[in-house]
């Protein structure tokens, strides 16, 4: 204390340009000294004793330095100073800087998911600015995802989405003039008459940013994995309204879901009498609506939904027929077991040894069969499959990693598919049932696949943060769109850079065409998984690439080549969004191939032979699954472009 005393006491006593002068003089001095003791013999006698004396005076310059340093700060204190406020971009996009971010009330920025939603791929690659490429470990440790303030407001007058949300009123939801009111986040897609639901306080910790280095760091502390549906009681079906903007019930009996513990562990308090005035026997009428995207899986005569849009009675019931398969060919545990459904047939494919690839993907395989469930209005809360439906659920939650991961037991080439599948379904049925008991194993899961995006490229594949691929990037972002339509809000850095990776493997004259990898060869199944992503993310029907693409993928219709589903999969969203000729000639091939070729007697009725492609490694379910899928698409999405022209949008 003497010693620091009388430091402070020179400190104060000399001003900064003489302290400056007795530091360096000292350090100069101290040198020299230190050489002289080393290179002579005045270092031989007491070295001990001269080594100390400089130590101390080593000690005195530092402590005068350290005392003379002063923090410049923003303000005085906590109680008279003005906040800082720092802004950041997500990217650099030319012509979009902090002037045009429409921001609330304190100046901050707001979340601009789909600011980019409508440029093209070469648009694209002129307006974002990629980084600097990550160089192995000497690479910077990534940021952890931008997230939404609890007030954001979606800037509609930068760029529309390709699905408003509901939850904006009417009058206002295309009008660039006015902005909308500020919703509370979450954004869920609402309803035009539904006030927005408040969102379940979340239970689990934001995670670390990723280290470049290994694989996603886990959680900060090891979280139970909450049993939200142990014991879940079957929903029976609420009453159909007839209004455009249905609302979900969430049942007949509060209290028969009152014996299943929250998320938070804490039983549900059902009221007295849960039916009390309600003729119907079902609950009062839940504020939670369905999506519009959503809106024709419900229809109580889907059938005539089917035909309104390309479907026919031969394709309605080659669904009910392969939907009655997976049923029965599901396990007691919830899941469909890909070593007993003919997978992992698989050789060596594209160079890689794929044999037993799929025996282990039974979360993927199980989310690939609930999505052919849920495009026909089937959740564990109502349909003719809701028992199906709740065996499933159960089963992707329980085997659900403490950090978010639902690929299961996948191997190397599986377990990100499986993930993000199975996010896939779990999202869609969160949006569908409105379930909240779903929303913390949903949220979860996104963190994850947040978490596993190549922070330099923008997509993903095998291993969280790697180099990714167009593949990955397909399914990875239609789970991250499902969980958006559940109120779950994705990070405007995730979708830049998805755009950015979508941009490295597009080419051709208006980019249209797309590839597995930035310099690989061009592929049909690529151009249409490229495709169906950016509709989704807002592109316009009326840009080039649309029609490049849909001519590239004409020249091979289903039932040409070598039969494979994926790519009938891709190809069949990408072809009912662009609608017209292009869909014309792929609905009618893809009905004679699909019809034609489903199983129609014995223990195989209903299913389709796995493709030589990916069928080997992904077996009866994985093809059946994916047909079911193909020929549910008449009702599984609304067409996007007559969906917003029938609501006054600009696109066509």
């Known amino acids: 204390m003497p010693a620091a005393n009388g430091t402070l006491l020179l400190a104060t006593l000399l001003d900064a340009q003489t302290v400056r002068w007795v530091v360096w003089s000292g350090l100069v001095a101290l040198t ?43 303000g005085r204190g906590p109680n008279n100073s003005a906040p800082l406020r720092v802004a950041f971009i997500a990217a650099d996009v030319e012509g979009l800087t902090n002037a ?25 690659n002129e307006k974002i600015t990629p980084p ?23 800037p509609d007058d930068i760029g529309r989405p390709a699905f ?28 035009a008459t539904s006030a927005p639901v408040p969102e379940r306080p979340a239970t689990t910790a934001v995670p670390p940013p990723p280290d470049p280095a290994g694989d996603i760091p886990p959680p900060p502390a090891p979280i139970a994995q909450p049993d939200v549906l142990s014991g879940l009681v079957p929903v029976p079906a609420p009453a159909k309204e007839t209004n455009k903007a249905r609302t979900r019930t969430p049942g007949p009996s509060a209290a028969a879901e009152a014996a299943v513990p929250s ?19 079902d609950a009062a009428a839940s504020p939670h609506p369905l999506p519009e995207l959503y809106e024709l899986r419900m229809e109580p005569d889907r059938l005539r939904a089917a035909i309104g849009h390309g479907g026919t009675r031969e394709t309605e019931e080659a669904v009910k027929a392969a939907l009655t398969w997976l049923a ?65 659920v159960e089963y992707l939650v329980s085997v659900q990693a403490d950090d978010g991961n639902l690929g299961g037991q996948g191997t190397l080439y ?71 339509m559940a109120g779950i809000p994705i990070p405007t850095d995730t979708r830049l850079g998805m755009l950015r990776f979508i941009g490295s493997v597009t080419s051709g004259r208006h980019n249209g065409l797309a590839s597995y990898r930035p310099g690989h060869k061009v592929s049909r199944t690529m151009t249409a998984e490229a495709l169906v992503c950016r509709q989704f993310m807002g592109m316009s029907r009326s840009n080039p690439a649309c029609d490049e693409a849909g001519d590239f993928l004409i020249a091979e219709l289903p039932g040409q080549g070598t039969p494979n589903f994926y790519y009938w999969y891709y190809g069949t969203l990408a072809m009912y969004q662009l609608q017209g000729e292009h869909w014309k000639q792929w609905n009618e091939a893809l009905q004679n191939t699909l019809v034609g070729t489903q ?20 077996g009866r379910a994985y093809s059946t699954a994916l047909g079911t899928l193909c020929l549910e698409v008449y009702y599984r999405y609304l067409p996007l472009h007559i969906e917003a022209a029938s609501r006054g949008g600009q696109r066509k």
Not at 142 to 153: C, D, H, I, L, N
Not at 167 to 187: D, K, L, M, V, W
Not at 357 to 373: N, Y
Request: glycine share 10%; net charge neutral.
């Open 599 to 618: 199983r129609s007697e014995g223990a195989l009725a209903g299913s389709w032979d796995p493709d030589p492609v990916w069928g080997t490694c992904g």
């Open 263 to 281: 998320p938070s562990g804490s039983p549900n308090n059902p009221p007295a009498n849960p039916t009390a005035g309600n003729p119907a026997g």
């Open 32 to 74: 020299l000294a230190l050489l002289v003791l080393m290179r002579t013999r005045w270092g031989q006698s007491h070295p001990l004793r001269k080594c100390i004396v400089l130590s101390l005076v080593a000690h005195l310059l530092l402590g005068i330095y350290t005392t003379t340093v002063n923090i410049v700060t923003g």
């Open 100 to 124: 045009d971010v429409p921001s609330d009330a304190t100046g901050e920025p707001e979340h601009a998911w789909d600011a980019l939603g409508n440029s093209s791929a070469a648009e694209l």
């Open 328 to 392: 029965t060919h599901q396990t007691e545990d919830g899941r469909w077991r890909g070593r007993q459904l003919e997978a992992g047939r698989g050789g060596v494919i594209d160079g890689q040894d794929r044999r037993d690839s799929g025996t282990q993907a039974d979360t993927g395989l199980t989310g690939l069969a609930m999505l052919a469930f849920l495009a026909s209005g089937h959740t564990h809360r109502e349909g003719e499959h809701k028992e199906q439906m709740r065996r499933g």
């Open 132 to 154: 600097k490429p990550l160089a192995g470990n000497d690479a910077p440790p990534a940021a952890p995802p931008t997230r939404p303030t609890p007030e954001s407001k979606l």
């Open 414 to 484: 599986e377990k990100m598919y499986c993930h993000a599948m199975a996010t896939f379904a779990l999202s869609e049925c969160c949006a569908m049932s409105q379930d909240d008991r779903l929303r913390t194993p949903v949220k979860r899961a996104i963190d994850y696949t947040l978490r596993a995006q190549n922070p330099g490229g923008g997509s993903w594949r095998y291993q969280p943060r790697d180099a990714g691929d167009m593949s990955q990037l397909g399914w990875q972002y239609m789970a991250l769109k499902s969980a958006e």
């Open 164 to 191: 408003p949300n509901p939850s904006t009123p009417a009058s206002q939801r295309h009008t660039p003039a006015t902005p909308p009111a500020a919703i509370e986040a979450p954004r869920p897609e609402r309803s």
